[in-house]
C-alpha cells in the first residue's frame, strides 16, 4: 500500500508573502490582549503559533479586490484561530469530568466502609451501572487522576492546598470568558453609538430594571411610544451585531 504523503505546505505569492510580514506583529498584539485572561496552563508560544496560522490563512483567503481592508479581517482570523487553539486546551467535557468525580466519591465512600481498596465491580454496583455504561464511563475519564483534596503539593519551596488550585466547574472557561468580555466590549460601544432617547431607554429598561410604564412616565410620552423606541433600539443593534 502507498504510504499517504504528508500534507504540503500552501505555496504563497508574493502578495501574501507580504501581507503576512506586514501584518505579522498583530498576532503578538492580539496574544497580548487575553494573556491577563488566560488559564496558567495555556501555552503563549503555542497560542502565538496558531495566531499565524490564521494569518497565514488571511492571506490566502483574502480577496485581492479587498486588501485594504486586509488589517480586520486579519485580525478576526487570528483571533479565530487563537480561541480554536484555547478550546482544544480543554480536551475533557464538563460531562466527562462530573462522570470523574462521581466514580471517586464513590470509590472513596465504599472504601471507608469496607476499609480496604474497592474492586471496580463494588464500584459498579455502587453507581448502579451495567457493565457496559460502566466501561463507556470509564474510557471518557481515563486521562483523569484522583488525588486527594487534602494533599499537598509544593512549588518553589511554598506549599499549597489541592482543593485550592482545582478550578470550579461553575466558573467560565477561558474561551467563554474572552467572549463574554469582548461582547461586552462592543455592547457598550455599541450603546454608546444610540440616539440619547434610545440609550436612555435601553439602560433604564435592562440595566435598571425598570418598567416601560415607569420610563414613560418619566419621558413624559405614553407607554406605546417607549415601546416603539425601544423596539427601533433593539433592532438597531441587532443589525450592529449580524456579523
Do not use: W
Not at 466502609?113 to 474510557?139: C, T, W
Not at 455599541?190 to 435601553?202: D, S
Amino acid at each position: 500500500m502507498k504510504a499517504k504523503s504528508p500534507e504540503a505546505e500552501p505555496v504563497l505569492n508574493q502578495r501574501q508573502k507580504n501581507l503576512i510580514v506586514d501584518h505579522y506583529p498583530l498576532v503578538q498584539k492580539i496574544v497580548n490582549s487575553i494573556k491577563n485572561r488566560l488559564p496558567s496552563h495555556a501555552d503563549l508560544d503555542e497560542l502565538h503559533s496558531a495566531g499565524v496560522g490564521g494569518l497565514v490563512d488571511a492571506s490566502i483567503k483574502l480577496d485581492p479586490n479587498k486588501s485594504k481592508s486586509f488589517k480586520a479581517y486579519a485580525s478576526m482570523r487570528i483571533h479565530g484561530s487563537i480561541m480554536d487553539e484555547l478550546r482544544k486546551l480543554d480536551y475533557m467535557p464538563r460531562s466527562a469530568r462530573q462522570d470523574a468525580k462521581k466514580i471517586s466519591k464513590a470509590k472513596d465512600e465504599l472504601e471507608n466502609a469496607l476499609g480496604r481498596e474497592a474492586s471496580d465491580a463494588e464500584v459498579r454496583k455502587a453507581l448502579k451501572m451495567s457493565r457496559k455504561q460502566y466501561s463507556k464511563v470509564l474510557r471518557r475519564t481515563q486521562n483523569i487522576a484522583f488525588v486527594s483534596l487534602n494533599d499537598d503539593s509544593s512549588a518553589n519551596g511554598q506549599t499549597r492546598n489541592i482543593g485550592e488550585i482545582i478550578p470550579d466547574e461553575a466558573c467560565l472557561s477561558a474561551v467563554e470568558k474572552i467572549e463574554r468580555d469582548e461582547m461586552a466590549f462592543l455592547l457598550k460601544t455599541k450603546l454608546a453609538a444610540l440616539p440619547e432617547k434610545q440609550r436612555r431607554i435601553i439602560q433604564s429598561y435592562y440595566f435598571e430594571g425598570k418598567k416601560l410604564a415607569q420610563i414613560a412616565k418619566e419621558f413624559s410620552v405614553s407607554e406605546a411610544r417607549v415601546c416603539q423606541i425601544h423596539a427601533k433600539a433593539i433592532k438597531s443593534l441587532q443589525s450592529k451585531f449580524k456579523n
